[in-house]
């Protein structure tokens, strides 16, 4: 722990981040300069950039953190394009959460009655190969603020609507001062309590965590920030100074994470990665089983590998670093948590429960 203080100091340049973006990877020469690319990565990548969709883009940043000699690198996998996305996926889904049908005006997702997800742009500092908005993220074109005046006045119509969470693509990919004037705007609407900002920059880059972002967030508090970390080797002393540059404002971290195939579906892996975010004061909210968007079947556990995973982590790793294994589920009927029932026998007077030693005893219904 005393490590991760005295790395504390980061750059804290606004062109820091922005040149992160300006020099990533997007084509398939740069990555080959980049990674000793496998055929089949060379030939996912051609196909993937030809056929258009989720574009390639990676931060020099994350390239830094991924093993250059290791083809099953869990950080290469997650952004470089490879077989596994071509792997049949006849569950697949153009919209799996069907957040078309739930578009209550542009850019406005209302499934819940009391929080809407408002999505700000569409783009990304890289892409993930297994993202959920795949049909639309990284494809432009951006809204401009004005455009999303049309769903600013459904929330302010909706007195209902108590959160508000900004989106994309990923909300940190906003200038500090388009933030401040959304945020603002948001501010403007007397019943949203809270405004939640969810973004994977923290592990793309870092460095985007500037003193000015945090006067951003502290003028229209109460903001949470949703962070998206889904290894461990993402959390390298850039990525924790930024969390703690969050935590140590002041600012609610809640993380969530993607169970991923030969990624993360791993109980010591999981168990360091929650930890991890513990000791920088990040909340492990929700390890999502992967949505079914197309071409994610390479990525997705299966859902008794995953309710396994999660059971064997409960009791053994601490309440305060333990996420609900959630499953969106298609058609946008909402989140629903998934654990393995503790209720192993059940008779009209009680029920018998299973601890996580695997012991079990009784309790009564009434
Ligand atoms: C996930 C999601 C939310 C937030 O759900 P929480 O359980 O509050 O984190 C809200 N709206 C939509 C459309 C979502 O997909
Ligand atoms: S950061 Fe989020 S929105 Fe962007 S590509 Fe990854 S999963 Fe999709």
Request: with cysteine; hydrophobic share 40%.
């Amino acid at each position: 722990m005393r490590a991760e203080r005295r790395s504390l100091p980061i750059a804290d340049a606004d062109e820091d981040w922005r040149w992160q973006l300006k020099n990533a990877v997007r084509t398939l020469e740069d990555l080959k300069a980049r990674l000793a690319l496998s055929p089949a990565e060379r030939e996912a990548t051609r196909r993937l950039l030809e056929a258009g969709g989720l574009p390639l883009t990676i931060t020099p940043h994350f390239l830094s953190l991924i093993d250059p000699s290791d083809p099953d690198d869990p950080l290469r996998r997650q952004v470089v394009p490879s077989e596994l996305e071509g792997v049949p996926d006849p569950w697949g889904r153009r919209d799996p959460l069907g957040e078309e049908d739930h578009e209550a005006a542009p850019n406005l997702v209302h499934r819940y009655p009391d929080r809407v997800l408002l999505l700000v742009t569409d783009r990304c500092a890289s892409y993930c190969r297994f993202c959920t908005r795949k049909r639309l993220v990284g494809q432009g074109p951006t809204p401009r603020l004005a455009e999303l005046e049309e769903a600013l006045g459904y929330v302010a119509r909706h007195e209902e609507i108590k959160e508000v969470i900004v989106s994309g693509g990923d909300a940190l990919m906003l200038s500090d001062e388009k933030l401040d004037r959304l945020l603002a705007r948001i501010r403007e609407i007397p019943h949203v309590e809270i405004i939640r900002l969810a973004t994977r920059m923290l592990a793309f880059a870092p460095m985007r965590v500037t003193e000015g972002l945090l006067d951003v967030i502290a003028a229209h508090h109460p903001v949470y920030v949703l962070s998206h970390f889904n290894h461990p080797r993402e959390l390298d002393d850039n990525a924790k100074a930024a969390v703690l540059r969050l935590t140590g404002a002041g600012v609610p971290v809640l993380n969530q994470t993607v169970l991923l195939k030969g990624i993360n579906d791993d109980e010591a892996c999981l168990t360091e990665l929650f930890r991890t975010l513990t000791r920088l004061r990040a909340r492990p909210y929700y390890l999502h089983q992967c949505d079914l968007a197309p071409g994610t079947a390479g990525f997705r556990v299966p859902l008794e590998r995953a309710m396994e995973i999660v059971g064997n982590l409960r009791g053994r790793l601490s309440g305060l670093s333990m996420p609900q294994l959630v499953i969106d589920i298609p058609g946008g009927l909402g989140k629903v948590p998934m654990f393995p029932s503790p209720v192993t026998r059940e008779d009209d007077e009680g029920v018998e429960l299973r601890g996580f030693s695997g012991r079990t005893a009784r309790y009564p219904k009434r």
